[in-house]
């Protein structure tokens, strides 16, 4: 089993503990104590360009999933017949009646209509 590099970080009055990997500068801030592994050492106010580094990284990996993702949208949208594939799974499935079943329905709509009292 893998071992997952894991951050306190502060919630509210407390803490929570997310992965490391997940914790987005500007977004999340680190309880007293906590550092990450690539915490960029103080500059006098300076940020470390390591850490402009692994933002840029994080970039690029969402621009590539990105277009990843709408090449393959673009994709689904000129194939027709995976798109009706998509349609017709995602309908519930639809009982078609065959004739004989469609003039019982009809008679017992009939007979049911003959049965009501009339005033």
Known sequence: ??????VKIK?????R???????KVGQHEL???EKLLTEPAELNGLVA???FDLVALDLAKTKEQLATAQSELIAFKN???AMQAR????????K????????AAKAAEEAAKAEQPKE
């Open 49 to 51: 360009s390591e850490q």
């Open 11 to 15: 919630d509210g009055t407390g803490f």
């Open 87 to 94: 349609i017709d799974e995602l309908q519930p499935a639809i």
């Open 17 to 23: 503990i997310i992965n490391m990997s997940d914790f």
């Open 96 to 103: 078609k009646l065959t004739a004989a079943e469609v003039k």
């Open 1 to 6: 089993m893998s071992h997952t590099e894991t």
């Open 31 to 33: 309880c007293e104590g």
């Open 79 to 81: 194939d027709i017949a």
